[in-house]
T-cell receptor, first 119, second 117 residues
Framework: AQSVAQPEDQVNVAEGNPLTVKCTYSVSGNPYLFWYVQYPNRGLQFLLKYITGDNLVKGSYGFEAEFNKSQTSFHLKKPSALVSDSALYFCAVRDGFGQGSSNTGKLIFGQGTTLQVKP | DSGVTQTPKHLITATGQRVTLRCSPRSGDLSVYWYQQSLDQGLQFLIQYYNGEERAKGNILERFSAQQFPDLHSELNLSSLELGDSALYFC????????????????FGPGTRLTVL
């Protein structure tokens, strides 16, 4: 079964410092990986995805993620954190591929990591 | 703004009651997914519809049901509500493989916060 794990409940970083939010995955076949962010009292916002291609994926708001097949990881990074980046971050893997009748496309989420950026 | 709308934003009800949550997907999206976010279970997939037909079921209770209508909006019905059903319920939509847009991306609505007292 597909799964993702976010080993840290919370990450604290000072504004201006680089940040990393960790995610590891377990899938059969090639993974389709995603990062979403949730601000308080808001829905989930798509940040970036890895489907295939370059291992370094660039996304919204200056975030990027590095896909590492050997370590089965997909860590979210940003070179310089902002206080406004403080939020709940979710890593997810897509279950199945395409729109065939046997594939669902549902997302399987990690438990989430709270990012706290302090001024 | 993702283009996915959900109503109502908040719902407060009592145990044993029944409620209906509504979702309108992005224009042209055929797939609708429902997820539940709770403190103890995290974000869990409940059910998926594709062009009016149920495509997949996740950890959805028998007291819960959903449907997708011809205009592609979807409703999640929760009945015989229990305290533990209090959660944030999200709807997401994605494009079809023939739409020319990426069908891998799911766009989430703002959610409906359900409180069962």
């Amino acid at each position: 079964a597909q799964s993702v794990a976010q080993p840290e409940d919370q990450v604290n970083v000072a504004e201006g410092n680089p940040l990393t939010v960790k995610c590891t995955y377990s899938v059969s076949g090639n993974p389709y990986l995603f990062w979403y962010v949730q601000y308080p009292n808001r829905g989930l916002q798509f940040l970036l995805k890895y489907i295939t291609g370059d291992n370094l994926v660039k996304g919204s708001y200056g975030f990027e993620a590095e896909f590492n097949k050997s370590q089965t990881s997909f860590h979210l990074k940003k070179p310089s954190a902002l206080v406004s980046d403080s939020a709940l971050y979710f890593c997810a893997v897509r279950d199945g591929f395409g729109q065939g009748s046997s594939n669902t496309g549902k997302l399987i989420f990690g438990q989430g990591t709270t990012l706290q950026v302090k001024p | 703004d993702s283009g996915v709308t959900q109503t109502p934003k908040h719902l407060i009800t009592a145990t044993g009651q029944r409620v209906t949550l509504r979702c309108s997907p992005r224009s042209g999206d055929l797939s609708v997914y429902w997820y539940q976010q709770s403190l103890d279970q995290g974000l869990q997939f409940l059910i998926q519809y594709y062009n009016g037909e149920e495509r997949a079921k996740g950890n959805i209770l028998e007291r819960f049901s959903a449907q997708q209508f011809p205009d592609l909006h979807s409703e999640l019905n929760l009945s015989s509500l229990e305290l533990g059903d209090s959660a944030l319920y999200f709807c997401a939509s994605s494009a079809s493989a023939t739409s020319g847009r990426s069908y891998n991306d799911q766009f989430f609505g703002p959610g409906t916060r359900l409180t069962v007292l």
